[in-house]
């Protein structure tokens, strides 16, 4: 049997691995504008962390968990996601006595989920989390880094789902009248629906199945349940996006599957993505480091797959900015030219330029071509003719313009040349 990659994973190689870098790259810019640091923490956790955090009746953590005993007979969990882990380092290292509470991880997430397109058993995300700030505004700081995100690399036709699912005062009559309605239409459920309608009720607004998506069509609308303070927050943040000029759409029945949430609640979907077309998502988690043993500490934030970013802007057509040539290749056409090539590679590569030298003795010809293959803006080749006189080829390979110049001005030389 030949050995394969786990089911649900990718390997990242090739110009999808360029593609990734420079998408990081842009996130990192963005971050760094709005003043985010990176936090990094341990790829798993303490199963309670995410029992605790997620919710116990939510999918992840009752069917899609990677957890396992280690040898000291403790119940670990791979991270399935980010926000319980950093609200765990947050609780446990003191970082309320930070000056800065705003932090981004680029990380992986696994999920045992059902592979499909743009489902992954092992997905990264990029994700932010704001703490100690509950003012609206920090709700719409973190939709407009991602939205800013997006449009840096080229979509700027995405929209933000918006909702707002009351707190721990304003939930609970929510919930009495949407049990009432859910008792009702129970029979016409599918069979997961009438299991969360014993455990969790609310996840029933998560179902992708049509028919129960047709019956839930005139649910109450949790929006419309909100007490005062809720529902202020969720008014002035629609005022201050449409200030931002972040288009939105309220939609009611948003809840999102993750158990922490409290206020805002919002989703980024693009069509190019097929049935999981999520491509971000967070919101506002107020009790969560509360239920960590804190004291409450208000708290934002998203989520956002790279893959799927990735092949959202593979199905727009945006060309990614990718420089896949290089600027230097050195080849040698005899065992003794090879050496002074590396030196002079060694040199290019100090001058911050950048360089690949074929280490194999091989003709002209064939340096040239390996060039080319390679995108160099120019090649060196130690030939043999030049070799005695202590000379070098260069060719620039746009313009096949070749000059004849000492080992001694290479330097120079392609400072100049590739100065241009
Ligand atoms: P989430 O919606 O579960 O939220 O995941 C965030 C994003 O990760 C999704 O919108 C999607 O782009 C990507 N994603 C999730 N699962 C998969 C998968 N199996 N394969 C590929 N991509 C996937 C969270 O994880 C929250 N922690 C977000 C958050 C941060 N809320 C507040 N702060």
Known sequence: MSLQAPRGTNDIYGSYSQKWGYVISVIQNRLKRYDYHQIITPTFELTDVFKRGIGETTDIVGKEMYTFEDRGGRSLTLRPEGTASVARAYVERGMDQLLNKKFYYIAPMFRYEKPQKGRYREHYQFGVESFGNESPLMDAEVIDLLMGTYRDLGLSSLEVKLNSVGCRECRPGYESRFEKFIHKIRSSLCEECKNRSEKNPLRILDCKNPNCKKVLQDTPQINKYLCEE???????????????????????????????????????????????????????????????????????????????????????????????????????????????????????????????????????????????????????????????????????????????????????????????
């Open 230 to 420: 809720c529902g202020d927050h969720f008014s002035v943040l629609q005022t201050i996006l449409t200030k931002l000029n972040i288009p939105f759409q309220v939609d009611s029945k948003l809840v999102r599957g993750l158990d922490y949430y409290t206020k805002t609640v919002f989703e980024i979907t693009s069509g190019g993505l097929g049935s999981q077309n999520a491509v971000g998502g967070g919101g506002r988690y107020d009790n969560l480091l509360e239920s960590f043993g804190a004291k409450k500490v208000p708290a934002v934030g998203f989520g956002c797959g790279l893959e799927r970013l990735l092949m959202v802007l593979e199905s727009e057509n945006v060309n990614l900015p990718i420089d896949e040539g290089i600027d230097v290749f050195v080849g040698g056409c005899l065992d003794s030219s090879l050496s002074i090539g590396m030196k002079k590679l060694q040199s290019i590569r100090e001058l911050g330029f950048s360089g690949n030298m074929d280490f194999r003795v091989r003709n002209l010809k064939k340096h040239l071509q390996q060039a080319s293959k390679l995108n160099a803006r120019c090649a060196l080749i130690f030939a043999e003719d030049e070799y005695q006189e202590e000379k070098v080829i260069v060719k620039n390979m746009a313009e096949h313009q070749q000059e004849i110049i000492s080992w001694d001005n290479v330097e120079e030389f392609l400072t100049e040349w590739l100065k241009k």
